[in-house]
C-alpha cells in the first residue's frame, strides 16, 4: 500500500490478554462476546499491531508493542504472547533495528511503549539506536506522574530513558510531521494521546490507537473502562467517526485480534463496521 511517497507495512509484534469486561466498559458481556470471545480468566486477545511507513529517506515506525521486558508475574496476568517480537516482525521485512530513523508514539502506555527501550548488560537503552522518538508533551508529563486510577498502564523503564538519552522529541497539539502525516491529539483515553493521519489527498488511513482498539469498537458506547474521560471519548468518536465516513478514511486498528483496517457506515445515529480487512493485499 502506497500513501505520498511512503509505503506502509503491516507490523504484528505480538499479542495479549485484557479483561473483557475492562475492554468494553458498561457493555454486557452477552454483547460483547459476539465479537470477541474470552479465556477461561475473562481475558480477550489483543494484537500489538504496528505500522512502518518507508520512503526513500525515512523508515517510520508507529507504536512498538509490549516489548521484552516483562517479568514472569506479569507474562502471567497479560498472557503475554513470547513467540512474535517487533524485532523479529521488522526482520521479516528485511530491517534492523538500526535502520528506523523515527518512532511515532501514540502513547506511553506499556502496550504502545514497551519495545520502545531494551536492557542492554542491565542498562535501558532505546531499542533504535539511531531513531528520533516522538510523543505529546502533555502524555510524557501525565506519564510521569499518573494518577493512581492508571499508574499501572505507564512503564516508567519504557520511555525515562529515551528522555535522558535525549532522543525523545515533544510534539504539542495537532502537527504536521511532513506532507502526508499528521498528529491529531485526543483526551478521552488518557491525557495527550495522538492518532496518526496518513494521508495523500484521495488515501486517507488513521492509525487511531486507543481511540478504538478493535474493530467492534465502531458502534458509539462501546468505550473501554479504562478510559479516563468516557464521554470525552464518545465525542472524539462521533467526530473522526464521521470524517472517516465523509472522507471514506481507512482506520487501521493497533488492538484487533483479526483486523488490521475497516471502513465505517452509517447505522441509525451512529456507526458500524462496512469493509474490514487483515492485510494491504485483501483491500
Ligand atoms: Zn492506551
Same mark, same amino acid.
Given at each position: 500500500?502506497? %500513501?505520498?511517497? =511512503?509505503?506502509?507495512? %503491516?507490523?504484528?509484534?505480538?499479542?495479549?490478554?485484557?479483561?473483557?469486561?475492562? *475492554?468494553?466498559?458498561?457493555?454486557?458481556?452477552?454483547?460483547?462476546?459476539?465479537?470477541?470471545?474470552?479465556?477461561?480468566?475473562?481475558? *480477550?486477545?489483543?494484537?500489538?499491531?504496528?505500522?512502518?511507513?518507508?520512503?526513500?529517506?525515512?523508515?517510520?515506525?508507529?507504536?512498538?508493542?509490549?516489548?521484552?521486558?516483562?517479568?514472569?508475574?506479569?507474562?502471567?496476568?497479560?498472557?503475554?504472547?513470547?513467540k512474535h517480537s517487533l524485532s523479529s516482525a521488522l526482520g521479516?521485512?528485511?530491517?534492523?533495528?538500526?535502520?528506523?530513523?523515527?518512532?511515532?508514539?501514540?502513547?506511553?502506555?506499556?502496550?504502545? @511503549?514497551?519495545?520502545?527501550?531494551?536492557?542492554?548488560?542491565?542498562?535501558?537503552?532505546?531499542?533504535?539506536?539511531?531513531?528520533?522518538?516522538?510523543?505529546?508533551?502533555?502524555?510524557?508529563?501525565?506519564?510521569?506522574?499518573?494518577?493512581?486510577?492508571?499508574?499501572?498502564? =505507564?512503564?516508567?523503564?519504557?520511555?525515562?530513558?529515551?528522555?535522558?538519552?535525549?532522543?525523545?522529541?515533544? %510534539?504539542?497539539?495537532?502537527?504536521? &510531521?511532513?506532507?502526508?502525516?499528521?498528529?491529531?491529539?485526543?483526551?478521552?483515553? @488518557?491525557?495527550?494521546?495522538?492518532?496518526?493521519?496518513?494521508?495523500?489527498?484521495?488515501?486517507?488511513?488513521? &492509525?487511531?490507537?486507543?481511540? *478504538?482498539? &478493535?474493530?467492534?469498537?465502531?458502534?458509539?458506547?462501546?468505550?473501554?473502562?479504562?478510559?479516563?474521560?468516557?464521554?470525552? @471519548?464518545?465525542?472524539?468518536?462521533?467526530?473522526?467517526?464521521?470524517?472517516?465516513?465523509?472522507?471514506?478514511?481507512?482506520?487501521? &486498528?493497533?488492538?484487533?485480534?483479526?483486523?488490521?483496517?475497516?471502513?465505517?457506515?452509517?447505522?441509525?445515529?451512529? =456507526?458500524?463496521?462496512?469493509?474490514?480487512?487483515?492485510?494491504?493485499?485483501?483491500?
Amino acid at each position: 500500500m502506497k %500513501i505520498g511517497k =511512503y509505503k506502509l507495512s %503491516i507490523i504484528e509484534s505480538g499479542s495479549f490478554g485484557l479483561d473483557g469486561g475492562a *475492554m468494553f466498559g458498561i457493555i454486557p458481556k452477552p454483547l460483547w462476546q459476539r465479537t470477541n470471545l474470552a479465556d477461561d480468566a475473562n481475558r *480477550m486477545r489483543l494484537a500489538t499491531r504496528n505500522l512502518l511507513l518507508e520512503s526513500d529517506t525515512r523508515k517510520i515506525l508507529i507504536d512498538t508493542g509490549m516489548g521484552s521486558k516483562w517479568d514472569e508475574k506479569s507474562k502471567n496476568i497479560y498472557a503475554i504472547d513470547e513467540k512474535h517480537s517487533l524485532s523479529s516482525a521488522l526482520g521479516e521485512k528485511g530491517l534492523k533495528p538500526d535502520d528506523i530513523t523515527d518512532v511515532i508514539l501514540t502513547h506511553l502506555h506499556f502496550d504502545h @511503549t514497551g519495545g520502545s527501550t531494551i536492557l542492554v548488560n542491565g542498562k535501558l537503552e532505546p531499542a533504535f539506536p539511531n531513531a528520533n522518538y516522538f510523543v505529546q508533551k502533555q502524555n510524557f508529563d501525565w506519564a510521569k506522574n499518573p494518577s493512581d486510577r492508571d499508574k499501572g498502564s =505507564y512503564i516508567k523503564d519504557n520511555f525515562l530513558a529515551l528522555y535522558e538519552e535525549g532522543v525523545l522529541n515533544f %510534539i504539542i497539539g495537532n502537527a504536521e &510531521f511532513d506532507d502526508e502525516i499528521k498528529m491529531i491529539v485526543i483526551n478521552g483515553h @488518557t491525557f495527550g494521546q495522538q492518532m496518526v493521519k496518513i494521508s495523500d489527498g484521495s488515501d486517507t488511513f488513521l &492509525f487511531c490507537s486507543d481511540l *478504538m482498539p &478493535f474493530v467492534s469498537h465502531i458502534p458509539l458506547p462501546y468505550i473501554m473502562g479504562y478510559d479516563l474521560q468516557p464521554l470525552v @471519548t464518545l465525542e472524539e468518536k462521533k467526530k473522526y467517526l464521521k470524517l472517516a465516513l465523509d472522507e471514506n478514511w481507512k482506520l487501521f &486498528f493497533g488492538h484487533d485480534p483479526e483486523f488490521a483496517f475497516a471502513t465505517v457506515k452509517k447505522f441509525g445515529e451512529g =456507526y458500524l463496521v462496512d469493509k474490514s480487512y487483515r492485510s494491504f493485499e485483501e483491500a
